[in-house]
């Protein structure tokens, strides 16, 4: 058989149907390589046809498709003729291998920074922060919910939804929140976002002037929301906290963003005093700073009459209060909310299109019905006796068994419990081996920026129960005691 | 009565368990507001009780809130006084008014950019863009589908999920786009987003060093888009398109990211030629530059075969593939996805982590079990005849009845046609009345940077049927005829 080609071509010899196909594959990959140049005439279809023993038609065929798609050109009344400057080869010869795409990517995602994922290697049952337990979840109530919202919004809700997040869910965090928490709001306040994160990049973005604006952290802090603002620009200034909270005589004069848990600090757990509120928001006053006020676990109480949200007292429009429904309800409903000043709220929408435009409003309308209904409120109270177990289950091991090493901090609200270690002696073995007989523990030192901070470990109780708590807290005893 | 305190103490007449309540509410605002001063010792509640004739009790009860809350001192064997520097006066005595809190916001989010919302105020049949169908939606499947994600969610699934997204979905999406678009990819090159808005926002962050990134945007462009990549700091620069797509040699040299629509160009509706994606392509690996290649709505076709994605015959790990199911399905669904290069998949992970976390499992497992049952397959296949009657019903209209004013262009694929006005004396009157004949359609303009770019229609037919794309654009042509 005389080569046609200057490229061996091999059809199958079954499945008429893929002859033109296989036959067009060949010819473009040649084309794409270089094999046949750029210019080259390529052989009448008749002698192909002839010359690979197949129908002139299939030839047809697979040019046509190459003509289609560029890599060949017809010219009227003579051969048609491979297309100039399809070659990949051709752009090989002018890349420069000193060129590294990796040089693109914005230092800011290339920093080998303490970034935080969820722990997935983790036991069902442990001591991990951040999650609740979901045993006592009404999932029935939940997915009746969501089937009455999904039957409602096939008629309409198609399209896209307001970015701010739909009335009804804004309405109703306002009044849970309102309930909960004294929070002085309506539904025009809310701003409803992805789970707090999202809240804290939204503000970061809007706030944050790069390399400009100085933001105060606590420090131990919640590392995602620093990360946040690190991405934004921010010039972070991490500011001790004590038995009373944020030190707020610390704070340098020219922070203009200074982040707070007051209700539970995160993740030392003490509550901010009123002395202290009240100087930090005369501090935001006097400086024009605002506060951003992270509430993530403040449903769940076992002292007395919580303190006022800094929202609730400030008279001034300085407070974004950010609130979360992944301790109250699950962290994968990606829920949670800001009460944000007036003077803010069109900056904050504006970015939060730009981001990823809204959150589904299916999602959004099963929880405001949830909220309507009073699920959430009775689930709360539900809860909070069971946590209030597992709290007193874990301090009770801490003061006693574990006692001559921890100091627990007991906390007012929330899911976790922190403990000083008391002997520095001891810190090292505790840090690196406490997670082998507590699952899920953590040392505070991931929460810190300093390293001289004292050593201290925490617990999360959101998903181990009483009796787990007290067999692994027992083998930590006797593993220490050794 | 004699006055206990220096300010009028009003308790209400009826239900005694509000005495304590209302007593401990006045005093607490005469404390915040300056009135009582901090130092000031109280009187013994005796006193207080004969004074107001209530239950010594009750008075008790008051001043332990106060006490618990921080506004009062207690002091042993003394009278309790009112803490210091918790009243709010004091903070305004330091309080500049020329301080404004609106002086805090990044000028990004201040700056009157033209920022594109969701259009809420048009019909429901109309002209306007990017919304699909949605009454040939299997919605009865899609609920099927959530009732089973959602009893299967229940168990596990409650905590935080994977932030790349889960990997069903994944690899769903990766057979997706392998079948549909001959995208090469597996389930770990997909990141799962929040709408193709999301995935802009992403690659902005990451491939973006703020001031010193130039961005190649197309002119005329998908402006939301360009509002990711401005809100980033990029430094963009608009380059034309022409009937063959994006003009590649007019790309200035030092351009990195270059924003790309090939298959169905935004809002002009070609389809970028095999010379420029060769072209394009070989201008990426000789200046160490990327692609950012959005494939909005390449599902629909009306013509031939396809183009290949430029993601397709890159082999050079420069082609970011961003695709979304918000004109497949739905955009309230909030899906998309980047097929993105090995070198920068950790950063967009981590860059997402820091956004919001992830989406929510159940959603993506209901969109996993819709594409994998092969229902998004059926839905494209059962939609493209529809769109394809509704498109050829507009180029009739603009050829005939209002060919004297406008020039269709007419588009291979997806949900919309753009059409030049013939003569710009025309464009005032069209461009400011056009709408009123034909909701919903869109000048040219609104996607331009260059006020002088040739004045065009674009027509949006995702939400409207046959009758209606007749009846409206005669009256338009009736209008224009007057």
């Known amino acids: 058989m005389e080569p046609v080609f200057s490229i061996p071509i091999v059809l199958p010899t079954r499945g008429k149907g893929m002859l033109a196909e296989s036959l067009h594959k060949q010819l473009r990959t040649a084309i794409v390589d270089g094999r046949l140049a750029g210019g080259m005439a390529l052989p009448a279809s008749r002698r192909v046809a002839k010359a690979l023993g197949i129908a002139r038609n299939t030839v047809v065929n697979a040019y046509d498709l190459l003509i289609a798609e560029g890599y060949v050109i017809p010219h009227q009344g003579a051969k048609a003729t491979v297309a100039e400057g399809v070659a990949r080869r051709a752009a090989k010869r002018i890349f420069s291998e000193l060129a590294s795409r990796e040089s693109l990517i914005n230092p800011t995602w290339k920093m080998p920074l303490p970034r935080h994922g969820p722990e997935t290697d983790l036991p069902a049952r442990s001591f991990r922060l951040g999650v609740p337990e979901h045993q006592y979840f009404p999932h029935d109530v939940w997915r009746r919910l969501s089937a009455r919202a999904l039957r409602r919004w096939s008629g309409h809700g198609f399209g896209y939804s307001p970015t701010e997040g739909i009335a009804e869910l804004r309405d109703a965090v306002a009044q849970h929140v309102a309930f909960s928490r004294a929070v002085a709001c309506s539904g025009d306040d809310v701003i409803i976002t992805s789970g707090a994160q999202q809240a804290f990049d939204l503000l970061a973005r809007v706030l944050v002037t790069p390399d400009k604006t100085r933001v105060a952290v606590e420090q131990p802090g919640y590392p995602p929301l620093r990360d946040a603002f690190v991405a934004a620009g921010a010039r972070i200034v991490a500011v001790e906290v004590d038995a009373e909270g944020l030190c707020v005589e610390r704070l340098p004069d020219d922070v203009r963003v200074i982040c707070v848990t007051p209700s539970h600090q995160a993740p030392t757990g003490v509550a901010m005093s009123l002395q202290r509120r009240t100087a930090l928001l005369a501090f935001a006053r006097s400086r024009n700073a605002v506060i951003i006020e992270d509430d993530y ?75 309507r209904e009073g699920h959430l409120a009775r689930h709360v109270r539900r809860m909070t006796p069971v946590y209030a177990e597992r709290r007193a289950a874990i301090l009770d091991c801490l003061d006693g068994k574990l006692g001559t090493w921890l100091a627990a901090i007991p906390p007012q609200a929330g899911l976790h419990v922190a403990a000083h270690i008391r002997n520095p002696e001891h810190a090292n073995w505790l840090i690196s081996h406490a997670h082998r007989y507590a699952p899920g523990v953590q040392s505070l030192a991931e929460y810190s920026l300093d390293p001289k901070a004292p050593p201290a470990l925490v617990f999360g109780y959101g998903t181990i129960d009483i009796i787990d708590i007290r067999k692994r807290l027992a083998q930590l005893a006797r593993a220490m005691g050794r």
Chains 1, 2 share one sequence.
Not at 299 to 319: C, H, K, M, S, W
């Open 297 to 371: 676990d403040g449903e769940f109480r076992f002292g007395g009459r919580p303190l006022d949200a800094l929202q609730t007292i400030d008279q001034d429009g300085r407070v974004f209060y950010v609130g979360t429904f992944s301790k109250s309800l699950f962290p994968s409903l990606r829920k949670g909310f800001v009460v944000a000043p007036a003077w803010a709220r069109k900056s904050l929408i504006l970015a939060r299109r730009c981001c990823d435009s809204h959150c589904d409003p299916v999602s959004q309308a099963v929880l405001a019905a949830f909220i």
